[in-house]
């Protein structure tokens, strides 16, 4: 009974070319590739390049040039990084401008006077981080900061605790 369903193999496997049979349809769809099972799919689907120095493949899926440590070192050689920073550094740029507001308006919070030089920050008036002129900017402490940006977008902001109070739904005890 078991010869009754043997097939004669009709197709090689694409990567080891290993007699199997597959149906028609099968082939039809496939375009004509068999694989003699998931292993020879898997080979098939790898996507390789050449290493850039030895070439020797490697996948491409790694988003590597190299195959190894020592072909990336070769592969470096040459490259002129660039030394020391950028032109226009942000952080340098902002110490810059704290230090000749300090020079110039002095070592306190423009607002409140809180004195503690290490954590003034410069705030922009027109909220423009890119318009720093000198008028445009003010030396505060962290928590004038902090009302200036956030507490006219507070839930609990004055106006909500005037009207509730003239409701006559909040009382302060």
Known sequence: ?????????????????????????????????????????GLSQRKE?????????????????????????????????????PKKDKVQNQRALKLRLIQERGTKCERCGYSKIEILQVHHCDRDRNNNELKNLELICPNCHY????LEKSWLNASLVSEASDSGSFQRT
Not at 6 to 20: D, W
Not at 59 to 67: D, E, G, P, R, V
Not at 147 to 150: D, K, L, N, T
């Open 1 to 41: 009974m078991g010869e009754k369903y043997i097939r004669t193999p009709n197709v090689k496997c694409a990567v080891c070319e290993k007699l199997v049979y597959r149906r028609p349809v099968e082939l039809q769809i496939s375009n004509g590739k068999a694989y003699c099972g998931q292993i020879c799919y």
């Open 49 to 85: 390049t050449p290493c850039a120095v030895c070439k020797i493949p490697i996948l491409a899926s790694k988003h590597a040039k190299t195959c190894s440590r020592a072909c990336a070192n070769k592969y470096r050689t040459g490259i002129k990084y660039k030394l020391g920073r």
């Open 147 to 150: 009302e200036e940006h956030y």
